[in-house]
């Protein structure tokens, strides 16, 4: 069943779910370079109008503007495309005790709505954003995708895991063609949410000090949108039928500190550390991130950008587009 | 954290989904029967009345027919609980293809509304039925809790995956101490589907003639229902929280083609057997299911039923009740 295809096939029409997002607007650009053309999902709960200004020039982008739990828009936006990247989520890992409902029906049963109007329309092929987050406090590290059978600590992680789950038994049951990325954070232009947009909007309120959550030795990697948009359309045309699941993520990571030192470098700011305490930022955060990505660097993906110029680029971007900041206030 | 009880402590009222079912009527008798009160919570969609006749004859039992979907007769169905045995599900591994949205709706949302009951009503403690389906194919066997991140091979798997990831996102989250059983099929009275029940049928329309899914030669552990109604007694006293998984199963195998043989033995029949082909009885199957329990044994549980004892007693069971057949035909 492996039949990795040779190179990319342009002219394809591919559904995005999430398009409007960070993720999801960078890879519909990319799409629609390279000549696919592109059907864009969203409901721009958390997308951004802007984000899709370039795509929305290109006569190749369709935008379909209906939320992931209409099943009858979803299945109807769907119609005649050949792959789908289902990257719409609730991808708010720190919250999910607040609205524990969110992920169930934003990434679990959004997931299903996705893999029902695929097979409503005789669509087998879906790659999907899974999270780093589903292997809880791994036990291996660098972990690699089979690492030891973890425990959930977070309602996004459970809801992420389920997700890959129905991916899996769909390819299973129904000849699916599933790949899944479990990615570490992803930084870069059209961020919208993280650390970098924390430590940036509390500096701009108040230069001199910085509330650190936990003791900020929590150990993180991180990977540049470019990079993860590189992986996700070499899957596209090079992962294995029926089903694999790809880490994606830096050869290396970094201290919080370290990230707070580059961030203050770039804002010329030396503010007083204020630390929460503790090895964890919130309930459920992981104190050591670092995925093995060697299995997609297998299929012959290269990350071009150190995480040190990944936060730099991002807080530079934030500096330009302080519009975001107020859009998420 | 870890808080282990020295034993049992009745007369505390306990709430079981899936009451009316196999396992949950063994076990609501067996809570009775050691002085615990019990609140049975079932829709008899596949739960049989006459398993409960016993429970409902002692002043103990509380029977609550209602779906575990109705969120409002849930919550208040489980006031005055202090702890809950989440067994209601959909219990059809095979047929999940046939209606993907059962297993969504039956497993992961309803376990999801029993964990926002139980938040509603200040209960933290939870026992929950998952399977040994969620290894897909282990490639470790007898297979450990910690065996290596599986991919999940059926909609039954994925759904109980989803499940175990909420509760124990929901003991990381909101302090509940939850304890996840993954079973291998489980046998004994009351069995009202599985491979003794569709033998035995098969067999008393044409007593000279077997079809058999797969090649007869799939390996797999069983283990009886007194014996893991005994396990899900002893976890609900000693194991600790916040949050443990247990492997249930015995510590042997046996072939399909050596269950073929004990049912004609039972029966006196010598069936020619028309066997279907390949390694896999069906989509998702797994042709060798055998489960470490070790970690289960180490709380002091031992089974007491061997695998051909437990196929031998199911048949006789379904031999004097055959109105089973017939309330599932």
Redesign the interface.
Same mark, same amino acid.
């Given at each position: 069943m492996s039949q990795p295809l040779d190179g990319p096939r342009p002219g394809r029409r591919i559904f995005v779910t999430g398009a409007a997002g960070f993720i999801g607007s960078t890879l519909c650009d990319a799409l629609l370079a390279r000549g696919d053309h592109v059907v864009g999902y969203d409901n721009f709960s958390t997308g951004q109008e802007p984000f899709l200004a370039g795509a929305r020039a290109s006569p190749g982008f369709t935008l379909v503007r209906a939320d992931i739990l209409d099943e009858a828009a979803l299945a109807a936006a769907m119609a005649g495309c050949e792959a789908v990247f289902h990257l719409a989520a609730n991808a708010d890992v720190r919250f999910?005790?607040h609205h524990?409902?969110r992920d169930?029906e934003q990434n679990?049963?959004a997931t299903?709505n996705v %893999?029902?109007a695929m097979r409503a329309n005789g669509i087998k092929r879906i790659l999907f954003s899974s999270t780093g987050s589903v292997y809880?406090e791994a036990k291996v590290i660098p972990t690699p995708?089979?690492?030891?059978?973890?425990?959930?600590? &977070? %309602?996004y992680?459970?809801?992420k895991?389920?997700g890959?789950? %129905?991916i &899996?038994?769909?390819a299973?049951?129904?000849g699916f063609h599933g790949t899944v990325f479990r990615f570490v954070s992803i930084l870069g232009p059209r961020y919208t949410h993280g650390h970098v947009f924390d430590f940036y909007g509390k500096l701009l309120a108040d230069p001199t000090r910085l509330p650190v959550l936990g003791n900020g030795l929590q150990r993180k990697s991180y990977l540049h949108v470019d990079d993860c948009v590189a992986a996700l359309l070499l899957a596209l045309d090079r992962a294995p039928a029926p089903?694999e699941?790809y880490n994606l993520g830096q050869d290396t990571y970094c201290q919080v500190n370290d990230s707070i030192g580059w961030i203050g470098d770039e804002l010329g700011l030396r503010p007083t550390l204020e630390y929460s305490g503790g090895e964890r930022g919130w309930?459920?955060d992981n104190p050591f991130i670092f995925l093995d990505a060697s299995k997609m660097r297998a299929l012959g993906w290269v990350p071009v950008h150190g995480i040190e110029q990944g936060v730099r680029l991002t807080l530079r971007w934030l500096r330009q587009n302080q519009w975001v900041l107020e859009s998420r206030a």
């Open positions: 999910g005790t524990p409902r169930l679990t049963i299903y %893999l029902e809880g995708e089979d690492a030891p059978f973890p425990v959930q600590t &977070s %309602l992680g459970a809801s895991i389920a890959e789950g %129905l &899996s038994a769909y299973e049951g129904f089903f699941i309930i459920g």
